[in-house]
């Protein structure tokens, strides 16, 4: 097969192979690179193969910046959700009272996921068996028996972007729910993690079946 035959593509893919199978050509030839001119990506002007080489390491530069920035950001929030859940197992670690782990649970839940509003609700079996699974989503589209009962509560929900609702086994029959509610419309989502939430669901039904909420 002649050249004439092959597509642009295939003759640029076939240069670009023997060029890798050639890096000798470059020491031999070192004048091409000098005379080689590129559009330069953030104008119309022709620079050296040289200059798009640093435009190239100057992006990746910034991006890898941009990653570790991130990366430290990620760990600080890390350092203190840990250190505000310690505080908070303290909390119902210490609370006697029935009212004081309720205003623990609510308290120390609002800061470990700065939201407006946690609290407690008592509900029945048949809301609990609605949540076998922590209810996270937009808090516009929540089913309207969720909204009915979150009413009880009284606080409110005009400023509501998205919720998350927790169910709290606490035995002999009697049943509880967590709400959290946030006006970030993405602190909540659908596809959001399960394991953390069941985590703390399971110690402030823990909290609250020592006292006999």
């Given at each position: ?89 303290q909390q119902l670690i210490e609370a006697q009272e029935a009212a ?114």
């Amino acid at each position: 097969m002649s050249n004439q035959e092959l597509s642009q593509e295939e003759q640029e893919a076939l240069v670009a192979q023997w060029l890798l199978a050639c890096p000798g050509f470059f020491e031999r030839h070192a004048e091409v690179l000098q005379d080689v001119r590129l559009k330069d990506p953030h104008s119309d002007r022709a620079i050296s193969l040289q200059e798009r080489q640093m435009h190239l390491l100057r992006s990746q530069n910034q991006a890898l910046n941009q990653r570790l920035n991130e990366m430290l950001r990620f760990g600080s929030r890390n350092d203190k959700t840990q250190q505000a859940m310690v505080a908070w197992l303290q909390q119902l670690i210490e609370a006697q009272e029935a009212a004081a782990v309720a205003v623990a649970i609510e308290l120390g839940l609002s800061s470990i996921f700065e939201v407006e509003v946690c609290c407690l609700l008592q509900v029945d079996e048949s809301f609990q068996a609605l949540l076998d699974q922590p209810f996270c989503q937009i808090y516009a589209d929540c089913p309207a028996t969720f909204k009915e009962k979150i009413a009880q509560s009284k606080h409110n929900d005009a400023d509501w972007q998205s919720i998350a609702i927790l169910a709290l086994p606490l035995g002999n029959d009697q049943c509880a729910a967590l709400v959290l509610a946030s006006s970030d419309p993405e602190r909540f989502t659908k596809d959001m993690g399960a394991f953390y939430l069941k985590q703390i669901a399971g110690l402030a039904a823990a909290a609250l079946r020592r006292v006999a909420w």
